[in-house]
């Protein structure tokens, strides 16, 4: 093809004319109008272009700085060189001891997080107090002592050991006394190194003493019996058990140990067969141990004695001089009553008291001989070491000290300057010492008056050992480095006396290398990994012996009547100070758990308080929370809000030491009123009663208690039986009597796949007759399941978070002697309401079948699921509060605030470095959410992946919830309903079972036990 | 609205002599076509200071969460249920008003529908405001939709709070569709007398109404549809309010009566709350011509039937409480008349049950002073019956360790006062913006009026005596009117 032919693009190219050539010879055959672009009319048109230009230069640039924004990066490095006991998500145990009671602590990522009790533990044979629990969190405490101190500033050690060494020297030159002043110490190897100390400055000596002492129990027994120890109780060999005050469920010696003893004749197993033992307690204030006993006859503190006197008279046939008459007449005519039970039971039964009076424990010692208790439920022989304070060496060495006579002092968990009854003493005395040495981790009182802060390490950081039994010896190992700039007492204390051993890890090697490891049947470095495995050696014990009383009661019983005299005549009111199982001598005082621990008997948190008879309240014509001012003989005076507690002994008042801190911590500071100073040395002793008189102020100061209804009403959510009903018929109170016909809605929908519960089917049984109410489980609850601690105005607004509580409720007497007035109404009209019986209910998310939560919830945030549990999807809630509305056991808990980061809950559990001990299984909740108990569906969880792994099935008992596992009292079994051999299948088969609420017919899935009381009908007229 | 064959000589619903279909216009829309007066420059600066508080404590609570609020681990709801049933059954007199007396031709409603009407929206509003500010987590209001998402998550179409959703959200669509259909032939009038800027808005507002025979036919086509659809929703929507309390387990609110019992009390409450409002606005705006005695007195009337009613609720509650022998349900009703809230049951008692049967009296009916006083007490009367129901019921159930007392906090109180703020700042801009009476459906009524000019036509001799004769006769034979009678009018 011809491919010349030429196209023209017009007539114009074809002609070519002028105008056509002239412009062709432009790229552009028209100008580009550029210049009037730039210039004159392109600058002055609608959008400019230089606004057009500006616009895009300052959006690019807005963009690019808005790109700057750092997003936070949070870097999660993986170990470079892993650990290999450390995988990330599992966690570890370590055998620990706390108090001498052998534990196993749980740490996630190297942090411990929760401490379980060791089930093969002497004293409490797995279970936990809940300050035990609580004790985790004092690791992470914002306010411990981070570095020493020297005259109250920061220092180094090695500057801190030039101040003591130098200071020591030159005392030990001088000639005058060094004191190491400290609460019980029960553990050996510390005992070594404080006796190694002594001998490198002899004039140095160890003072023991005890905030809440037992002096007089171990004097009255080196009286007695030549024995200054304190006895090993067995309240599980005692079918009847008499107490005088002594709350030894709770705060007695060894509360937890004796909680398992107790139970033990008293749980369903007991029942079973036919065997229950009776308890018999009197006393002035409300204890928990009162709310569990059969009988509880309210005496005054000045009759405790007198009491004691006429038992003693009613079992030996004689009579003391001076004997009288109780102001009680029930409880007299109680006494006689329980002297023919005690020596029915001779040999199997036990009498306690709780007075730290030499005199009124030489008579309990005289019953107890009477009584064959010796080598029976009393062992002497291989004692307990739990408290070995002596009041007279702390008092003379107050004296000394005041005297001049004391150049240095070292203060080893020891806080005298609060917990001394009379801090001026302890004032002018440490003025007069020239070394003043604490090993407290906290700036506490003490620490304030000392030159040197040697801040000892938190028990989780430390090397140790203990022993609080004879025989029983248990190994404390660290779990994580210190947090602090801390270090370990009796290192500052080889340190100090040059000891040849320089750290005490080799010190305890070397201890129970020599000494303590072939007890237990090991040796060498196999044996000491055997050791720390097991975390215990246990000796075996020496046979007790018995022993018999042979002491004139002649003189104690005129001792018992003077000071009794003393305490009546004082003044209108007697007091009684005491613990509370929360907060004990207050060494705790700053940690949130225990403040925020209801008391299991009046359910007031973060207070302590005047309580008093509800009868006196009235005739003192006092509101609820009115503040009185209490004035002892010796000048102190406290103003606290005045308590109602049915059960109180007419014309006493009690009130709780452990309150009142000035320098625990931001969370214990100024928390209730300080009780010690109403202590009063008598006979050698510190007595915990005293003639206060009682004036009325016009003040309210409400307290903030968890429960303020304190009647059942009748309803059958509590269920009782007397142990002679129990006997003729083991569903006695049980409701199952009145079974009726039962219909379901959805019967159908029950047996279809979907709602089938085809391997597990998680329940729960409470027996009312195993748990005293001490609230462990609170405290292990919350350690487990992140539960937020909200604080006391929170709380008074009834917003505490616990997901499972104990309900505490009082029958009152009818008159008649039986105890059961419960309605609001009938109560207001009731004038003796010091015969009362208690029965606590632990209450938490019943993990209905039919639950009537998850029907309200609008967008399915809580929903069954098919292992029986009632589940939250914290994610999906709406905060609606319908299903809280909804729960007929009100369990279910909201945010009401975000208590994880909000400025207002600084004081509690807010702050970063405290959160570490958060369980990083657990969410933590978002304001708005609401939450509940889950059954610790992370341990089920962990437990089922576990058996997973090793192919096997899931065995009943592996998985135990947080609740449960604490119990010293095994009042709480969880498991498997769909095996018939659980533990829990067999407890929910008892004849004792019902549901609460189950005519509601919401199916819950934790049974309750009726609570059976082995009254004595004979006082009731 | 449509055929109207009642008698001359029946009572007038429109009082006043001379009053001519411009007069009407005039009247109804001095107060849209006029600077406002010294009145409702008070009112309206007082309902903004109540709105400003709404915002302040509403704030805070979303800042600080729910926390700032008096509940507690019992009492889960307290004022904010009861101001949200309290607002919706206020809603109730509105769709009552315009749609079942709309149905059963019930024409003195024609000047009170469209103030009713737009309470019922504003206190909707209200009411809707308090379903998502007592939510704990606010801004996942929209989890209650059934919005398909990634997680397959579902809402739980059991719950009554589920119901609620599409209860209020249907109510309020339709009572808005209904209020504003009724309201374009008024905005018609309003857009042809303005000019400008307002000649424009409302020009739009008035969806080009023409006013047409054909436009007219349509229009109350649609009014009598959607009155059909509102008259089940005045039954519906309070019954499935009252589910969230009926369907549940707590003592107290699990009752089956609770569905017509809650009705009855929601149209008592709208009535009062009508009363308070048009008693005043009748007044401010001069409006006395339209809404006359005959109204108040049929809305007295109504609120003495309804509050018996809900008397008897009352009273059946505890019967049955009694006759079930159900331990609980008994308690609680004790509990109520004579527990720690028994100051709050009585309230409620008189205020609901005894105060309206004094309006036996014609003499008490009449007077205005004394109704608009009842009024005011019958709304505080069913703020209390609903905080009895929930507060009262839940501070004391099952378990007797978990009973406690509310105590409301300012935040509570002032997010109810605040309510009431946005509520009258509503009110107050409508009857600014709107005409506050339904200009066209008055203007039907006004057949007494041009009987009057007829005879005054006959009077001066302009018609033909013969017709005249004819038509006095017929007067006599078919409307049974009495000579005398129609001398008077």
Redesign the interface.
């Known amino acids: 093809m011809d491919s010349n032919k030429k196209y023209w693009k017009g007539l114009e190219e074809l002609n070519r004319t002028p105008e056509f050539v002239e412009k062709n010879k432009h790229e552009f055959a028209e100008p580009i109008p550029i210049e009037e672009v730039l210039s004159g009319g392109g600058l002055s048109a609608k959008t400019p272009r230089r606004d057009f230009l500006k616009a895009l230069g300052f959006g690019v640039g807005a963009v690019t700085l808005a790109a700057c924004q750092k997003v936070p990066v949070h870097k999660s490095i993986p170990y470079l060189v892993k650990p290999e006991e450390i995988t990330p998500g599992i966690a570890n145990y370590y055998s620990s001891t706390y108090e001498g009671s052998a534990i196993l602590v749980k740490t996630r990522e190297g942090r411990p997080i929760k401490v379980e009790g060791n089930p093969g533990d002497l004293l409490s044979k797995g279970g936990l107090s809940a300050q035990a629990q609580a004790s985790v969190l004092e690791l992470y405490d914002t306010s411990r002592v981070k570095d020493p101190k020297l005259n109250g500033n920061p220092t180094g050690w090695p500057q801190l050991d030039k101040f003591v060494k130098d200071e020591l020297t030159a005392i030990k030159a001088g000639g005058k006394k060094i004191s190491i002043v400290s609460s019980t110490v029960h553990s050996p190897s510390t005992l070594a190194v404080i006796a190694d100390f002594i001998t490198a400055f002899p004039t140095a000596s160890h003072v023991t003493y005890d905030a809440v002492s037992y002096t007089g129990i171990i004097q009255a027994n080196k009286n007695s019996f030549g024995k200054a120890v304190l006895p090993h109780y067995y309240f599980d060999k005692a079918d009847v058990i008499v107490s005088f005050g002594a709350d030894f469920l709770g705060t007695w010696i060894s509360g937890e140990e004796f909680t398992s003893q107790y139970v033990k004749n008293r749980n369903n197993k007991s029942l079973e067969a036919k065997k229950m033992s009776r308890h018999i307690q009197f006393e002035s204030g409300m204890s928990l141990t009162g709310t569990n006993a059969d009988v509880r006859m309210p005496i005054k503190p000045s009759e405790d004695g007198i009491a004691l006197m006429n038992l003693y008279n009613a079992l030996s046939g004689t009579t003391l001089p001076g004997s009288k008459k109780l102001t009680n007449a029930n409880a007299d005519k109680a006494i006689v009553l329980v002297a023919k039970e005690l020596l029915a039971a001779k040999g199997k039964s036990l009498v306690v008291a709780g007075s730290n009076d030499v005199s009124v424990q030489t008579l309990v010692n005289a019953i107890n001989s009477l009584l064959g208790s010796y080598g029976t439920t009393i062992d002497l022989d291989n004692p307990s070491r739990q408290y070995a304070g002596n009041d007279t060496d702390w008092t003379k060495f107050v004296a000394d000290a005041k005297a001049g006579l004391v150049d240095a002092v070292l203060f080893l968990d020891a806080n005298p300057a609060y917990d001394y009854y009379n801090v001026k003493d302890i004032e002018a005395a440490l003025k007069k010492i020239r070394l003043k040495v604490t090993f407290s981790d906290k700036d506490d009182e003490t620490a304030a008056l000392c030159n040197a802060v040697a801040p000892n390490h938190h028990y989780l950081e430390s090397w140790g050992d203990d022993s609080a039994i004879e025989g029983y010896y248990t190994v404390v190992q660290p779990t994580i480095n210190p947090v602090n700039n801390t270090r370990q007492a009796e290192e500052s204390l080889l340190v100090w006396s040059d000891n040849a051993v320089k750290t005490y890890y080799t010190y305890l090697r070397a201890n129970w290398e020599t000494n303590l490891l072939a007890k237990g049947g090991l040796a060498g470095q196999a044996g000491w990994e055997a050791l720390l495995q097991k975390g215990f050696i246990n000796a075996a014990p020496v046979a007790a012996g018995t022993y018999s009383f042979a002491l004139d009661l002649n003189a104690v019983a005129q001792t018992i009547l003077s000071q009794s005299s003393k305490i009546a005549a004082g003044g209108k009111y007697e007091l009684q100070v005491y613990q509370t199982p929360a907060m004990r001598d207050g060494k705790k005082a700053n940690n949130p758990w225990l403040q925020e621990l209801p008391d299991p008997v009046t359910k007031v948190t973060w207070d302590n308080f005047a309580a008093m008879s509800p009868s006196d309240i009235k005739e003192l014509g006092l509101d609820e929370f009115q503040v009185v001012t209490i004035k002892s003989g010796n000048g102190y005076s406290v103003s606290l809000p005045v308590l109602s507690q049915p059960g109180q002994a007419r014309g006493t008042v009690s009130v709780a030491v452990g309150y009142g801190r000035t320098a625990a911590g931001l969370v214990g500071n100024n928390v209730g009123k300080n009780a010690y100073p109403f202590y009063n040395l008598l006979n050698g002793t510190f007595q915990t009663t005293s003639a206060v008189s009682v004036d009325v102020t016009s003040d309210i100061f409400p307290l903030s208690q968890t429960?303020?209804?304190h009647?059942?009403?009748g309803?059958n959510?509590i269920r009782e039986a007397t142990f002679t009903e129990y006997k003729k018929n083991a569903a006695a109170g049980s409701g199952k009597d009145e079974e009726h016909e039962k219909y379901d809605l959805w019967e159908k929908s029950v047996d279809d796949a979907s709602h089938s519960r085809p391997v597990y089917d998680w329940v729960m049984a409470i027996d009312l007759n195993a748990c005293t109410g001490c609230g462990a489980c609170v405290v292990a609850c919350s350690a487990e399941n992140n539960i937020p601690v909200v604080g006391k105005d929170?709380v008074g607004?009834?917003?505490?978070m616990h997901w499972i509580?104990i309900?505490?409720?009082y029958s009152y007497d009818n008159g008649k002697g039986e105890l059961n007035v419960t309605k609001e109404k009938e109560i207001d009209e009731l004038k003796d309401f010091e015969n009362v019986s208690v029965v606590h209910?632990p209450?938490l998310c019943q993990h209905c079948d039919h639950a009537?939560c998850e029907?309200?919830?609008?967008?399915?945030a809580t929903v069954h699921s098919s292992e029986g549990l009632n589940q939250m999807a914290y994610n999906?809630?709406?905060?609606?509060?319908?299903c809280?509305?909804?729960c007929?056991?009100?369990v279910?808990?909201?945010?009401?605030?975000?208590y994880w980061n909000?400025s207002r809950f600084d004081n509690y559990l807010s702050n970063e470095h405290t959160q570490l001990v958060l369980n990083p299984d657990v969410t933590t909740r978002?304001?708005?959410?609401?939450e509940k108990c889950s059954m610790c569906v992370q341990r089920i969880q962990a437990g089922k992946l576990k058996a997973k792994i090793e192919k096997r099935p899931l065995a009943d008992g592996e998985v135990k919830v947080a609740c449960q596992q604490t119990c010293s009292a095994n009042a709480i079994v969880f498991g498997n309903r769909n095996d018939p051999n659980s533990e829990v299948s067999k407890a929910l088969n008892s004849e004792r079972t019902y549901y609460?609420?189950e005519e509601?017919n919401?199916k819950p899935g934790i049974g309750y036990q009726v609570k059976v009381r082995n009254t004595l009908s004979e006082l009731q007229a | 609205m449509a055929s109207h064959n009642e008698s001359i000589i029946r009572e007038p619903l429109i009082t006043g002599k001379g009053i001519t279909y411009a007069q009407i216009t005039n009247d109804v829309l001095n107060p849209v076509e006029n600077k406002p007066n010294k009145a409702w420059w008070i009112g309206f600066t007082v309902a903004s200071l109540g709105s400003l508080l709404w915002v302040v404590s509403i704030s805070y609570t979303f800042w600080f969460g729910l926390g700032a609020w008096g509940l507690n681990k019992t009492v889960g709801w307290a004022w904010d249920i009861t101001g949200f049933v309290w607002w919706v059954g206020i809603g109730h007199a509105g769709t009552l008003i315009s749609a079942v007396l709309l149905i059963f031709r019930q024409n003195w409603r024609n000047s009170i529908n469209r103030s009713a009407e737009a309470m019922t929206i504003f206190a909707v509003i209200c009411a809707a405001t308090y379903i998502v500010a007592h939510m704990g987590r606010p801004w996942l209001a929209y989890f209650t939709l059934p919005l398909p998402n990634q997680y397959v998550l579902w809402v739980n179409w059991n719950s009554a709070l589920m119901m609620d959703v599409f209860a209020i959200s249907t109510y309020f669509s339709v009572s808005l569709l209904f209020w504003y259909t009724g309201l374009l032939p008024d905005i018609a009038s309003i857009r042809d007398r303005a000019t400008g800027l307002r000649r424009r808005i409302y020009s739009i507002l008035s969806f080009g109404w023409t006013g047409s025979v054909k436009t007219w036919q349509r229009f109350e086509t649609v009014s009598l549809i959607l009155a059909g659809i509102s008259t089940p929703l005045v039954l519906s929507v309070h019954t499935i309010v009252s589910f969230d309390f009926a369907t549940s387990l707590e003592p107290g609110w699990h009752t089956t009566i609770f569905p017509p019992y809650f009705v009855a009390g929601a149209i008592f409450s709208g009535f009062a709350m009508v009363q308070t409002l048009l008693l005043v606005t009748r007044k401010v705006l001069g409006l006395e011509n339209y809404i006359t005695m005959f109204h108040i007195e049929s809305m007295n009337k109504i609120i003495m039937l309804t509050g018996s009613i809900v008397g008897v609720a009352y009273i059946t509650e505890f019967f049955i409480a009694w006759y079930s022998g159900v331990e609980y349900e008994q308690y609680a009703f004790i509990n109520r008349a004579t527990g720690p809230y028994w100051w709050a049951y009585w309230s409620m008692m008189s205020c609901n049950v005894i105060s309206p049967q004094l309006f036996w009296s014609s003499k008490l009916r009449r007077s205005i002073k004394f109704s608009w006083f009842l009024s005011i007490i019958v709304n505080i009367g069913m703020w209390f019956e609903r905080f009895v129901i929930i507060v009262t019921s839940l501070h004391r159930d099952y378990i007797p360790s978990s009973w406690v007392m509310f105590y409301p906090t300012w935040v509570d109180v002032s997010v109810f006062i605040g309510s009431i703020g946005i509520f009258f700042t509503m009110f107050l801009l409508f009857i600014r913006v709107l005409p506050s009476v339904a200009i066209a459906e008055v203007k039907l009524l006004l057949k007494t009026s041009s009987e009057q000019s007829k005879k005054k036509e006959i009077e001066e001799g302009h018609l033909d005596p013969v017709e005249v004769q004819y038509y006095k006769e017929s007067l006599v034979k078919y409307d049974s009117v009495d000579m005398s009678d129609y001398e008077k009018i």
Do not use: I
């Not at chain 1, 607004?797 to 505490?800: A, P």
């Not at chain 1, 999906?876 to 319908?882: E, L």
């Not at chain 1, 978002?926 to 609401?930: H, K, P, S």
């Open positions: 429960q303020t209804h009647s059942f009403e309803r959510v929170e607004r009834r917003r505490e509580r309900d505490r409720y209910q209450m009537p029907t309200v919830c609008p967008v399915l999906r809630c709406v905060g609606t509060r319908y809280a509305n909804n007929p056991y009100k279910r808990r909201f945010n009401w605030f975000n909000d978002f304001r708005g959410v609401m609460v609420l509601l919401v």
